[in-house]
């Protein structure tokens, strides 16, 4: 049975159709072969509904919708004028500010697409001007743009908390302290780079420019404030989080800055629709195809066929790596945590490993492999924004890969960077 629904899916990934009917298809497949027909579909049905029954994952659409309505604004423009003001003028500042500006959106945003639109729209311009080969540009936008996924908001921690059950608001303390340690190494290898190709430096702002970059980016340094300090004090769930963020975001761009107008309303929603349209019909498909390979014991059958289950924490922690690394170079990164994450649990609590640790090692391979070739998503984004051909958009993302697997490693090594902020937060 199983190898028939992996050949199914391979199939029809190949022949071009969308992730999501290789998905129902192999499900489909599977509950006819352990049922022997299809008179019982509505279970298969009733567990696709169940997927997205949790109420966390109304958070995901609050989210997606709060990064549009601040990607048509006024938001990331200031944000990045601040960063600009303070750092742009050192050996390599550029390249840093871009890196930091990107981490700030995605803490403003939770989206890596998002992201790349926001800071590689305005940024890249500049850092050709300035000297930057265009693949180390390109490279340095979307994998700087994949710190989103670990700065809160994350909708992939989101999607893996509904999954394993895991908290999700201690999923999104626990991201902070890798997301940082990412950008810190981001901004070294940028420094290097700059003094090595000896790439010229920005003018110097004074200290009131500084303050006027500060001063017009309060207002969206208020989303990370409201994410992680609601969340933390207790004020907001993090699905109430995500509707007080639609909320702030509407009054900043609507009333306070006023770069948008009523008429924009209609493409918003409609953006935003479609997207949560995709993302929830992944997840019901994704749950139930889960429940089919959980039911015939696939995940259990496939663990001890590797013997995992002797690995050892260490061992269990670089196969989820290796396996969800490799996974996300081909297939959108929800897919592969709907998928992989069953296959997993019972590694997981066999070896009392914590959840919300695998979590933080699952979405950064997530964000890895979105970044990497030779389907990574984000470099597609890439693609179609700056209008640049596949080849000159993965040329320069080689450095970028090997340091965010070199964070993967010291996650393994020292879980603490991930969890030091969890349990001052909830412990």
Not at 112 to 137: E, I
Not at 345 to 368: F, M, S
């Amino acid at each position: 049975m199983t190898t028939v629904m992996v050949v199914t899916m391979i199939a029809l990934l190949l022949l071009g159709f969308p992730m999501m009917i290789p998905l129902i298809s192999a499900a489909v497949i599977g509950f006819y072969m352990m049922f022997n027909g299809l008179g019982q579909m509505d279970t298969l049905i009733q567990q696709m509904m169940a997927g997205i029954r949790p109420a966390s994952l109304i958070a995901v659409p609050m989210f997606i919708l709060a990064a549009d309505i601040m990607t048509r604004g006024h938001s990331a423009d200031r944000l990045i004028n601040m960063v600009m003001s303070f750092i742009g003028h050192v050996k390599g500042g550029l390249a840093v500010s871009t890196a930091a500006s990107c981490t700030l959106f995605g803490a403003v945003s939770g989206s890596t697409q998002a992201t790349v639109v926001a800071v590689g729209s305005p940024l890249r311009p500049k850092m050709l001007k300035a000297g930057y080969s265009d693949s180390f540009t390109l490279a340095l936008i979307i994998n700087a743009s994949d710190i989103a996924f670990l700065i809160p908001p994350s909708i992939g921690m989101i999607i893996y908390g509904v999954i394993s059950g895991t908290s999700i608001g201690e999923l999104f303390i626990a991201g902070i302290g890798p997301g940082l340690l990412i950008l810190l190494m981001f901004a070294v290898y940028c420094v290097i780079y700059a003094v090595v190709r000896d790439v010229p430096t920005e003018p110097r702002s004074n200290w009131r420019e500084r303050l006027s970059a500060v001063r017009m980016a309060l207002w969206p340094l208020g989303f990370p404030v409201i994410i992680v300090g609601g969340i933390y004090g207790g004020i907001f769930s993090p699905t109430e989080a995500a509707a007080a963020c639609v909320l702030y975001a509407t009054l900043l761009e609507f009333v306070v800055f006023r770069s948008l107008k009523m008429g924009d309303i209609y493409a918003i929603a409609k953006s935003t629709g479609l997207i949560t349209a995709v993302v929830f019909i992944l997840v019901a498909v994704g749950n139930g195809f889960s429940w089919i390979i959980s039911f015939a014991q696939i995940p259990q059958t496939i663990l001890e066929a590797v013997g995992i289950n002797e690995a050892g924490p260490t061992g269990v922690l670089i196969a989820i790596c290796i396996a969800f690394f490799v996974a996300c170079m081909f297939v959108d990164p929800i897919v592969v945590i709907l998928v992989l994450t069953p296959i997993f649990t019972p590694a997981v609590e066999a070896t009392g490993l914590d959840p919300v640790l695998v979590g933080i090692l699952i979405t950064l391979q997530v964000a890895i492999g979105s970044a990497t070739p030779p389907f990574g998503c984000d470099i597609f984004t890439a693609i179609a924004i700056f209008k640049r051909p596949y080849l000159d958009v993965i040329k320069g993302t080689p450095p970028f890969v090997f340091l965010l697997i070199l964070a993967a490693a010291l996650l393994i090594m020292f879980p603490q960077i991930a969890l030091f902020l969890r349990d001052l937060a909830f412990r």
